[in-house]
């Protein structure tokens, strides 16, 4: 009988554990993002007096695995007559993005803000000039929204990869900051300065270089535990790992995104000038 009851426990642990890992890889990874392109869409229904700004990107604007910048936009601009639209999708590259396009067209927005190239620039050997690949479709893609869409258009710079602002590889995304920057001059659409915005901080701030850019799979298991199942901000995990900015050196802390948020917003409001 007691050897049933230490079975029975056991197992109700397991199934305990894995319900629990279940719930918090949903909210890291599977979670659509609130306000989301799809469910726009599927609203069949736009407010006319409001301006829809369609951000679109990768993991830093879909906001489970990073801290959430368009649900900052939206707090403080909701009531200026803004809409935001979170088209961000984890693990995209502007290859994806390319490939989703139609739906951000379909919204018919009023501004669009691109951040993406994180996942295309990652795995870049620092030598490498840049691959065909990503400016090719960064051209596609500014190309289309031109001709298709009415939106105004801003393009944010890739955030650094890591906190240590000096290693090869941040040297090599700030290389092809200066290619966006030169596609987004030719499409019309602003080039919005948060690498540098980062950057400035890293120097300001750090009292030791980072460490160089590594993404390991155990962090951020432990990030989105501590997130959704402790409750933690994002900027108390960026501070168990020793970074400023960044929780993982690649998602952006709570601090991270309010800069994202003050570049976008000075841009908006910019307009109304």
Known sequence: MRRRTVVWSIV???AVGLAISGTVAYQALLRPPDSSLREFLDQNHRDPAAQVVVV????????TLSADFVAM??????SKGYEFVNAGANGNTVADLLGRLDDIVDAKPDQVVLLIGANDLRILDPDEKTPAVFRAGLDRVLGRLRAETKARLAVLSVPPLGEDSDSALNQAVVRHNKVLADIAKKHGAAYLPLNERLTEILRAERTQPGEPYQLR??????????????RQSWDEIAAQHSLLVLTDNIH?????????????TDWLLAKEE
Request: no cysteine.
């Open 12 to 14: 109700a642990a397991v």
């Open 56 to 63: 679109a990107g990768d993991s830093l604007t879909h906001g």
């Open 73 to 78: 936009l939206k707090n403080d601009l909701d």
């Open 217 to 230: 799979f155990s962090v951020l298991v432990g990030n989105a535990f501590r997130r959704y199942l402790l």
């Open 252 to 264: 952006l802390s709570d601090r991270g995104a309010r800069v994202v948020g003050d570049l976008v």
